[in-house]
């Protein structure tokens, strides 16, 4: 069982809509819980994280963590073309190492 | 805040020599760095975990004799690669922590010929 596990996608979303991105993890003494962002030939861009249990606003972004079940997600309101990249979840544990999911894209079309 | 730089960021060179890649947080103080490598299409893989005056620790099949990581001051990481050959052709990507979140630099390309 791979740690940090993401549907590869493609996730293909109209303009204006809702974009929602699923990550479940292993280890159940995972601490933090991180999104990136990464466009195409270029290193991943920190869009949100959370520590805590329930949800974490920032912008026209949402992230979402449910420790009993393991699993974290990602929300993406209006979503944009510019939107469209390869969205990677993160976690650490005690050792403070990312360990990252596969990732999933996002195709934000018009 | 929390901007990281890598130079250089395209490097090509021929098989058998070695290549420094530089890491720096340009305004704040990283004790702790880390360097990953990244092939066409898959995840991040962390190599390296490089700690402000002491020894980088390795992952598992990482060759600590070929990788060679310097961390001398808060601010600056250093990856060389020596005798590269054409799988060590990748993208490099190293991130410095600030309290528990990691910030990428933009990466390095490294191509082997």
């Known amino acids: ?110 | 805040g929390a901007v990281v730089s890598q130079h250089p960021s395209r490097v090509i060179c021929k098989s058998g020599t070695s290549v420094k890649i530089e890491c720096r947080s340009l305004d704040f103080q990283a004790t702790t760095m880390f360097w990953y490598r990244q092939f066409p299409k898959q995840s991040l893989m962390l190599m390296a975990t490089s700690n402000e005056g002491s020894k980088a620790t390795y992952e598992q099949g990482v060759e600590k004799d070929k990788f060679l990581i310097n961390h001398a001051s808060l601010t600056l990481s250093t990856l060389t690669v020596t005798s590269a050959h054409p799988e060590d052709s990748s993208f490099y990507i190293c991130s410095a922590r600030m309290s528990y979140e990691q910030y990428f630099g933009p990466g390095t390309r490294l191509t082997v010929t």
């Open chain 1, 1 to 110: 069982q791979k740690e940090v596990e993401q549907n590869s996608g493609p996730l293909s979303v109209p303009e204006g809509a809702i974009a929602s991105l699923n990550c479940t993890y292993s280890d159940r003494g995972s601490q933090s819980f991180f999104w990136y962002r990464q466009y195409s030939g270029k290193s991943p861009e920190l869009i949100m994280f959370i520590y805590s249990n329930g949800d974490k606003e920032d912008g026209r972004f949402t992230a979402q963590l449910n420790k009993a079940s393991q699993y974290v997600s990602l929300l993406i309101r209006d979503s944009q073309p510019s939107d469209s990249a390869t969205y990677l979840c993160a976690v650490t544990g005690t050792a403070s190492k990312l360990t990252f999911g596969t990732g999933t894209r996002l195709q934000v079309t018009l």
